[in-house]
C-alpha cells in the first residue's frame, strides 16, 4: 500500500511518500517540498501548488493520503494559507476517489517518536532512522510529511482499508 503524507503549507508543502507491506512495515519510496513564491498573488500560489500536488498524485498513485489537521495558530495569516493548502490536497484526494485521514501534529509527534510534545529534531531524527534513510530529510517539511504517512501507516486510522488492501495485494503477487 502507498501512502502519501502531506504538510500543508502555501510557500512550502512537503510530500512524503511511503510504502507499506504485508508485514506493515513502511518504506521510503521519496519525498518532495512544493515551493510556491511569497510575492506571487494568492490564486497564482494555488494553482501552482494544484499542478505540483496533482503531478505527484499522478506519479506516485497513492492508496492513501494523510493530510496534517489545521489547528489554531497565533497567526491567522499563517493558518489561512495551510488551510487553503490542506483544501487543495484534499480536492487532488477526491478527484482520485482517495479518502483522506487528518491528523494533528501532536497525533504525529506522538506515532512516530512515542512523544506527543517532541521537536522538529527529534521528529527528523525518528523518520531518517525509521526509513533507513542516508540523510535527514530537508527541509522540516519534508521531514513531516513523511512522519505523516508513517503515522497513517500505524496508528490504525483506516485500518481494515489497509488490511483489505494488502489482502488484495497477497492475492495478486501469489
Known amino acids: 500500500m502507498r501512502i502519501l503524507g502531506i504538510d500543508p503549507g502555501l510557500t512550502r ?32 500560489r494555488l494553482f501552482e501548488l494544484e499542478a505540483g500536488l496533482t503531478e505527484l498524485f499522478d506519479e506516485y ?20 494559507g495551510t488551510a487553503q493548502a490542506s483544501a487543495v490536497a484534499m480536492l487532488i484526494a477526491a478527484r482520485n476517489q482517495l479518502d483522506v485521514a487528518m491528523y494533528t501534529p501532536t497525533e ?8 506527543g510534545r517532541a ?19 530537508k527541509p522540516a517539511d519534508a521531514a513531516d510529511a513523511l512522519a505523516l504517512a508513517l503515522c497513517h501507516a500505524w496508528k490504525g486510522h483506516g485500518k481494515s482499508r489497509i488490511a483489505e488492501h494488502l489482502a488484495k495485494q497477497q492475492v495478486v503477487s501469489v
Open 119 to 137: 521537536d522538529k529534531t527529534q521528529i527528523t531524527s525518528m523518520v531518517t532512522r525509521l526509513l533507513n534513510l542516508p540523510e535527514p530529510p
Open 13 to 44: 508543502c512537503g510530500v512524503g511518500i511511503v510504502d507499506l507491506n504485508v508485514n506493515r512495515r513502511a518504506s521510503f519510496v521519496s519525498v518532495h517540498v512544493i515551493r510556491t513564491p511569497s510575492t506571487n498573488e494568492l490564486p497564482a
Open 108 to 115: 504525529v509527534k506522538a506515532a512516530v517518536t512515542g512523544y
Open 61 to 80: 498513485k497513492p492508496d492513501a493520503v494523510a493530510i496534517e489537521r489545521v489547528f489554531s495558530q497565533h497567526n491567522v495569516r499563517t493558518a489561512m
